[in-house]
């Protein structure tokens, strides 16, 4: 697959290359016959240190994605008090639920049933509710988490059981390949199983699209993309070392 769209992410400031991305989301959402604001950037901040994320708070980015629960933890606790948005979007074990509820806003990966009985259970005590997105497996890769495309709707009929979760769409992870075409059959499967879903209206959001695919993903619905590397540059170490066994580029 192509380098992430902006090639002198890391060069240039992490302002100057937060407006480059907005305005390739904004580019591609046009094309796609909607305006800029109906795809929120998700800024994926893994590795990332709270000075070179407030860097990016700065420039008016609010929605931050954390992948590993105790990362987000520590920069959620070391930059307590600003104006963000915290997102779950890299796999969650149930044992790590009452940790993520501590700062998460938002958990984008959810994937099987006791994960959504250990959120509920942990919310129903805390008195609150969390919007969730249902993480699917369009690529069919063993390597990748999330439930099968044929799975999804009697996952979402179970959720109905679990009123703290507001079940508000999908999100996907396309093949790691230089086929652009195939990037594009993992975005469209996702939309495909939001738009046949008998409750669609009340699932708004496709969270698919990372650095180096997120204007295709735009182009096929997207409304969520979670971009990294375009905005903070490459990572020191290879994407292998935080998700050992995936083909899949980290954000």
Not at 17 to 32: D, G, P
Not at 39 to 53: D, G, M, N, Y
């Amino acid at each position: 697959m192509a380098s992430p769209s902006n090639t002198h992410a890391g060069v240039a400031s992490i302002a100057t290359n937060l407006a480059s991305v907005r305005a390739q989301i904004a580019r591609a959402a046009a094309l796609s016959g909607r305006p800029a604001e109906a795809v929120r950037l998700l800024l994926a901040t893994k590795t990332q240190s709270p000075e070179r994320i407030l860097e990016a708070l700065a420039a008016g980015q609010r929605d931050l994605g954390e992948n590993r629960v105790q990362e987000g933890q520590a920069k959620a606790e070391a930059l307590a008090g600003r104006d963000i948005r915290w997102s779950m979007i890299g796999h969650l074990q149930t044992n790590k639920v009452k940790d993520v509820l501590r700062f998460a806003d938002e958990v984008q990966s959810l994937d099987r049933l006791p994960l959504a009985v250990a959120l509920d259970r942990r919310l129903q005590r805390l008195g609150r509710g969390i919007d969730v997105l249902v993480q699917v497996n369009t690529s069919g890769e063993a390597t990748k988490y999330g439930l099968p495309p044929d799975g999804v709707p009697a996952f979402l009929h179970e959720l109905a059981a679990f009123p703290s979760l507001r079940v508000r769409g999908f999100m996907t992870l396309a093949r790691f390949t230089s086929d652009t075409e195939e990037v594009r059959r993992c975005f469209r499967a996702l939309r495909e199983i939001r738009d046949s879903s008998p409750n669609a209206a009340d699932l708004p959001e496709l969270s698919m699209g990372m650095s180096s695919d997120f204007e295709i993903a735009i182009a096929e619905g997207a409304t969520i993309v979670r971009v990294g590397q375009a905005v903070f540059g490459r990572r020191a170490l290879p994407d292998a070392f935080f998700w050992p066994g995936d083909g899949k580029s980290a954000p």
